[in-house]
C-alpha cells in the first residue's frame, strides 16, 4: 500500500529528517562498540528534572506562584467552571481521560486532549502544531470558542484583575504599571507548566546505569520497539523525535498507510487535515506533531480522535498505521511493558489553592 499520493513529497522530505536522526543513532553505536538497536536508547540521556525556559520568560518564585494559582482557577474560563486542571488534571497523568473535553460553553473540542506533563520539552503545542510556545498555546485555549471561551483579552484581564490579590500577585511577579496583562498572564502559567516535568522514570535510571530498572519483559519490549521501527518518530529525550528549535515541529502522516481495517473502526481518517490547518500549505496534509510517549501508560484514550481506549490496541493501531505490520501478542504486551517504564515522577502534584 502507498503513502497517500499528494504527500509524497513531503513524506519524502520528512523521510530525509528521520534518515539522518537514525543516522545519528547508528554512529554512536558504531563508536560505542554496540548494536545499533541496542545502542538506540542506550545513549539516550534521561529527562532532565528542569525544562528549557526561553530568554524572554525567566521563572521566578513570585512568577511560579501566581501561574500555579490561574492554572487552578475558573475564572479563566467563560461560565467560571472550568480551569487548566479540568482538562489537564495533573493527578491523571495531564488529561481528562475523554475522547474529547467539554469547554466552558458546552462545546466538545476538536481534538484529544494531549497531556500538559513535559510539554515544555515540545517545539510545538497542539497536535497540528500551531502555537510556536506554551504562552501561545495559553493564549490560543482562553479565547477559543470550544475550550475556555472568554470573548476577549479584556474579558479575560477584568475577571482576573477586580480581585487585589491578582493584582499584587502579577506587581510582585512582573512589577511596573503594565505589570497585570494577556502577556503575562500567559507567562506566568506556562512558567508553572514548564515545572510540570516528570524525571526519574524507571527507563530514566536505566539510562543512568541502573540495569535493574528496567524487566526482562520490559527490556524485550524495548527491543521490540526499535525492531519494529517505532524508534523512526519515537526517540528523543521526550520520545517525540529530535531536538528542534523553538516553534518547529516534528510531524508523521497519520494513518500513514490508508486503507487499513482501522481507519473506520475508530474514525482515523476524517476532515481533519493536522498541520495543514494551521499552515494552508498543501504539503502538510494529514501531518500531525508526534507526541511524545512519556506517561503514555496514564493519557488514555489515544490520539488526536481519543477513540482508542487502551494502550495495547493503540500499540497494535499504530504498528499498522504507521509502519504496516502486524505484531504478535507476545510483542505488543512486551512494548506496553516497556512504555510503562516511560511513567516518572511529577516533581508536584499540587492540591487545587486557595484564591
Known amino acids: 500500500m502507498l503513502h497517500n499520493t499528494p504527500n509524497l ?21 558504531s563508536l560505542a562498540g554496540l548494536s545499533p538497536y541496542a545502542s538506540a536508547f542506550e545513549t539516550m540521556p534521561a529527562l532532565p528534572a528542569q525544562a528549557p525556559v526561553p530568554h524572554d520568560n525567566p521563572p521566578n518564585a513570585a512568577k511560579l506562584k501566581l501561574g500555579r494559582q490561574l492554572y487552578f482557577d475558573t475564572r479563566l474560563s467563560l461560565n467560571a467552571k472550568i ?21 466552558a460553553s458546552g462545546k466538545q473540542a476538536r481534538r484529544s486532549t494531549p497531556t500538559v506533563l513535559n510539554a515544555a520539552f515540545q517545539s510545538v503545542q497542539f497536535w497540528d502544531g500551531r502555537a510556536e510556545s506554551i504562552e501561545a498555546a495559553i493564549k490560543d485555549h482562553l479565547l477559543d470558542p470550544s475550550i475556555m471561551g472568554m470573548p476577549g483579552q479584556r474579558a479575560v484581564l477584568k475577571r482576573i484583575g477586580s480581585r ?14 503594565a505589570a497585570l496583562s494577556f ?15 516528570t524525571p526519574d522514570s524507571p527507563f530514566d535510571r536505566y539510562v543512568k546505569g541502573d540495569k535493574k530498572a528496567l524487566s526482562k519483559q520490559a527490556l524485550r519490549g524495548m527491543q521490540q520497539f526499535q525492531e519494529a521501527g517505532c524508534v523512526a518518530c519515537h526517540f528523543g529525550i521526550n520520545f517525540s523525535g529530535p531536538p528542534m528549535p523553538m516553534g518547529e515541529g516534528f510531524y508523521e502522516l497519520f494513518p ?8 473506520k473502526q475508530y474514525n482515523l481518517v476524517t476532515d481533519d487535515q493536522g498541520h495543514y490547518e494551521a499552515t494552508k500549505d498543501p504539503i502538510h496534509k494529514r501531518l500531525f ?3 511524545s510517549l512519556r506517561n503514555i501508560a496514564l493519557t488514555a484514550p489515544y490520539f488526536h480522535t481519543g477513540t482508542v481506549a487502551t494502550l495495547d490496541e493503540a500499540i497494535r493501531v499504530m504498528a499498522v498505521t504507521q509502519l504496516q505490520k502486524e505484531l504478535a501478542d507476545d510483542q505488543v504486551a512486551d512494548i ?8 516518572g515522577r511529577l516533581q508536584e502534584t499540587p492540591a487545587v489553592p486557595r484564591h
Open 256 to 263: 500513514n498507510y490508508l486503507g487499513s481495517r482501522y481507519d
Open 164 to 177: 487585589a490579590a491578582y493584582r499584587h500577585g502579577f506587581n510582585k511577579a512582573f512589577g511596573g504599571p
Open 183 to 197: 502577556d503575562n498572564l500567559a507567562k506566568a502559567i506556562a512558567a508553572y507548566v514548564r515545572t510540570l516535568t
Open 83 to 103: 480551569s487548566c486542571n479540568t482538562c489537564h488534571d495533573l493527578t491523571q497523568g495531564g488529561v481528562d481521560h475523554r475522547a474529547l473535553s467539554t469547554g
Open 289 to 291: 506533531r508526534v507526541s
Open 336 to 343: 506496553e511493558a516497556f512504555l510503562h517504564t516511560l511513567t
Open 9 to 29: 513529497f513531503i513524506y519524502a522530505m520528512h523521510s530525509v529528517k528521520i534518515f539522518r536522526c537514525l543516522l545519528l543513532v547508528y554512529s554512536a553505536a
